[in-house]
């Protein structure tokens, strides 16, 4: 698997990529008949395994290369997705081309949503600006949150980018903040993947560059490890305890909003979300030098999200 990718946020290279695996049928549902869903929460380990469940097909080939982190010939990458797509790849830095084409990054479908973003952790090995993929904590923010159509949307602690595009979808527009750069190419690069153009990338600390706006919704999936450790810009935070919580709350009410209260439908519908994350939360091994336990991926169960209203 190659190393850790510099993304290039080039539009017409992601563009070009993500028409051709849309065309190729790159999205979740068919991956889930490839692979199972299991293959999702899947780390390095079920690499091998899932490989060998792989049809010889295009599809195939592109699943080996992007989901799976597998170098694979140019000449099936490029019988596969064509010649501009596999040029796009090097352009926007997902990839190398060095007679076989070398994974730097990894592209998972969320839904029919394409999402780059570093490959699978190598744990203690990650840089510290590492870009996490859509993770249980990214997946339980999803399900959270309210689809009604607005005007503006800010995402505070963008990542990927994985909540900034989705609010895309039924905003005007969105602002999607992060202090980590890397976490801002990832995002441009992903909303010219899914042909997007009403994102835009602030650089920042919470709330900061959004501060005295307004906007109909925020998401926020902050740093969430309680832990003495600040390690990784996507996990841990320069607070004490869950303190970073308690900022979250206090500097949003710096930026003013025109989200209507959780209906009691809803509210229900959020404590049963939370409840099913607790269930099936799994502890893991202790992160290295920190006394105290994490936790391990969150198997949720397949829930779909609330639909748009009007």
Same mark, same amino acid.
């Given at each position: 698997?190659?190393?850790? !990718?510099?993304?290039? =946020?080039?539009? #017409? &290279?992601? +563009? /070009?990529? %993500?028409? *051709?695996?849309?065309?190729?049928?790159? @999205?979740?549902?068919?991956?889930?008949?490839?692979?199972?869903?299991?293959?999702?929460?899947?780390?390095?380990?079920?690499?091998?395994?899932?490989?060998?469940?792989?049809?010889?097909?295009?599809?195939?080939?592109?699943?080996?290369?992007?989901?799976?982190?597998?170098?694979?010939?140019?000449?099936?990458?490029?019988? !596969?997705?064509?010649? =501009?797509?596999? #040029? &796009?790849? +090097? /352009?926007? %830095?997902? *990839?190398?081309?060095?007679?076989?084409? @070398?994974?730097?990054?990894?592209?998972?479908?969320?839904?029919?949503?394409?999402?780059?973003?570093?490959?699978?952790?190598?744990?203690?090995?990650?840089?510290?600006?590492?870009?996490?993929?859509?993770?249980?904590?990214?997946?339980?923010?999803?399900?959270?949150?309210?689809?009604?159509?607005?005007?503006?949307?800010?995402?505070?602690?963008?990542?990927?980018?994985?909540?900034?595009?989705?609010?895309?979808?039924?905003?005007?527009?969105?602002?999607? @903040?992060?202090?980590?750069?890397?976490?801002?190419?990832?995002?441009?690069?992903?909303?010219?993947?899914?042909?997007?153009?009403?994102?835009?990338?602030?650089?920042?600390?919470?709330?900061?560059?959004?501060?005295?706006?307004?906007?109909?919704?925020?998401?926020?999936?902050?740093?969430?490890?309680?832990?003495?450790?600040?390690?990784?810009?996507?996990?841990?935070?320069?607070?004490?305890?869950?303190?970073?919580?308690?900022?979250?709350?206090?500097?949003?009410?710096?930026?003013?909003?025109?989200?209507?209260?959780?209906?009691?439908?809803?509210?229900?519908?959020?404590?049963?979300?939370?409840?099913?994350?607790?269930?099936?939360?799994?502890?893991?091994?202790?992160?290295?030098?920190?006394?105290?336990?994490?936790?391990?991926?969150?198997?949720?169960?397949?829930?779909?999200?609330?639909?748009?209203?009007?």
């Amino acid at each position: 698997m190659g190393s850790v !990718a510099t993304p290039i =946020p080039d539009r #017409a &290279a992601a +563009a /070009a990529l %993500g028409t *051709a695996l849309r065309r190729l049928g790159y @999205v979740e549902d068919e991956l889930d008949e490839l692979l199972d869903e299991d293959a999702f929460k899947g780390g390095r380990e079920e690499v091998l395994v899932a490989e060998r469940r792989l049809p010889a097909s295009k599809l195939g080939t592109a699943v080996r290369l992007l989901f799976l982190q597998l170098p694979v010939p140019e000449a099936e990458a490029v019988d !596969a997705l064509g010649r =501009p797509a596999v #040029a &796009a790849l +090097a /352009a926007t %830095g997902l *990839a190398e081309l060095l007679g076989d084409v @070398v994974p730097h990054a990894r592209l998972v479908p969320i839904g029919d949503v394409l999402l780059a973003s570093d490959g699978f952790t190598r744990d203690a090995d990650d840089p510290p600006d590492y870009v996490a993929s859509y993770t249980p904590t990214a997946r339980t923010c999803d399900l959270l949150t309210v689809r009604k159509r607005g005007k503006r949307a800010l995402d505070v602690g963008t990542g990927s980018g994985i909540h900034a595009l989705l609010a895309a979808r039924h905003h005007r527009h969105v602002v999607a @903040v992060d202090v980590n750069p890397r976490a801002l190419a990832y995002t441009a690069l992903n909303a010219a993947l899914n042909g997007l153009d009403n994102v835009e990338c602030r650089p920042g600390s919470f709330f900061e560059p959004a501060a005295g706006e307004t906007y109909d919704l925020i998401t926020c999936n902050a740093p969430y490890v309680v832990s003495p450790e600040n390690r990784w810009t996507y996990r841990d935070s320069d607070f004490h305890g869950d303190d970073v919580s308690a900022h979250v709350v206090a500097a949003a009410a710096g930026v003013r909003t025109s989200c209507a209260p959780l209906t009691p439908a809803a509210m229900s519908a959020t404590r049963s979300i939370t409840r099913a994350a607790e269930k099936y939360a799994a502890p893991s091994p202790m992160a290295p030098n920190s006394p105290f336990p994490q936790t391990g991926p969150i198997t949720l169960p397949r829930l779909s999200r609330a639909p748009l209203t009007p």
